[in-house]
T-cell receptor, first 113, second 116 residues
C-alpha cells in the first residue's frame, strides 16, 4: 500500500531564505510523485511532478524537488522564499496508472517579512 | 484549454437539509472525475471517483452520494446533511485516453460547506 508522510506540519522562514518541505513516501511499485499548493479557500494547484524521468524535477514559481529512491524521499525546495509562497503544500503519491492519489497531511508554510 | 467549475462557492445549510454540489469540466472529453473532502486542518479524503457516465466508485461509506449524468458533469448529493459533513469540497479531473488513465489531477476552486 502506498502512503505519504510530510514530516513537518508547519514551517516558518524569512523572506529571501531557502525553503525545505520534507516528504517521505512508501510505495510497492515505481511511484509517481507530486507536490500541490493550496492558498486559503482555494483549490489545489500542481507545482511539479515526478514520473520516472529525471530525478530532479523543476516546477513553477522556482520550486524544485528531488526524487531519492534510496531514501524514499521527495523533498520540496526553493532557494529564496517570497511572501506569496505562504500557503499549504501537499505531497502526493500515486502508483502506476490507477487513478488514485494518496495525499500527505500537508505542511503550512509561513513566510515572515 | 481545460477549465473546471464548481458551484456554489460557499453554502450554509441546516442539519437534515438536502445537498447538491455541481462540478463541470470544459475542454476535454471522457475525463476521470473525483470528489474530495477537506476537513479543517486535515488532508484530502477521496469520496468518489468516476471513469465514465453512470460509473461511480465510492471510497468512504457516508450519507453522501455522487452521480455523473453527463460526460463532463459530476454531482455530489445528500438527502440529509450531518454536522460532520461540513468541510471544503473539491472536484478534480484527470485525463483518460485509450483506456489509460493519467495520474495528474486538476482541481476546481472548491465549495465551502457549513452545516449548522
Amino acid at each position: 500500500a502506498q502512503s505519504v508522510t510530510q514530516l513537518d506540519s508547519h514551517v516558518s522562514v524569512s523572506e529571501g531564505t531557502p525553503v525545505l518541505l520534507r516528504c517521505n513516501y512508501s510505495s510497492s511499485y515505481s511511484p509517481s510523485l507530486f507536490w500541490y499548493v493550496q492558498h486559503p479557500n482555494k483549490g489545489l494547484q500542481l507545482l511539479l511532478k515526478y514520473t520516472s524521468a529525471a530525478t530532479l524535477v523543476k516546477g513553477i514559481n522556482g520550486f524544485e524537488a528531488e526524487f531519492k529512491k534510496s531514501e524514499t524521499s521527495f523533498h520540496l525546495t526553493k532557494p529564496s522564499a517570497h511572501m506569496s509562497d505562504a500557503a499549504e503544500y501537499f505531497c502526493v503519491v500515486s502508483e502506476g496508472y490507477g487513478n488514485k492519489l494518496v495525499f500527505g497531511a500537508g505542511t503550512i508554510l509561513r513566510v515572515k517579512s | 484549454s481545460q477549465t473546471i467549475h464548481q458551484w456554489p462557492a460557499t453554502l450554509v445549510q441546516p442539519v437534515g437539509s438536502p445537498l447538491s454540489l455541481e462540478c463541470t469540466v470544459e475542454g476535454t472529453s471522457n475525463p476521470n472525475l473525483y470528489w474530495y473532502r477537506q476537513a479543517a486542518g486535515r488532508g484530502l479524503q477521496l469520496l468518489f471517483y468516476s471513469v465514465g457516465i453512470g460509473q461511480i466508485s465510492s471510497e468512504v461509506p457516508q450519507n453522501l452520494s455522487a452521480s455523473r449524468p453527463q460526460d463532463r458533469q459530476f454531482i455530489l448529493s445528500s438527502k440529509k446533511l450531518l454536522l460532520s459533513d461540513s468541510g471544503f469540497y473539491l472536484c478534480a479531473w484527470s485525463v483518460q485516453e485509450g483506456g489509460r488513465s493519467y495520474n495528474e489531477q486538476f482541481f476546481g476552486p472548491g465549495t465551502r460547506l457549513t452545516v449548522l
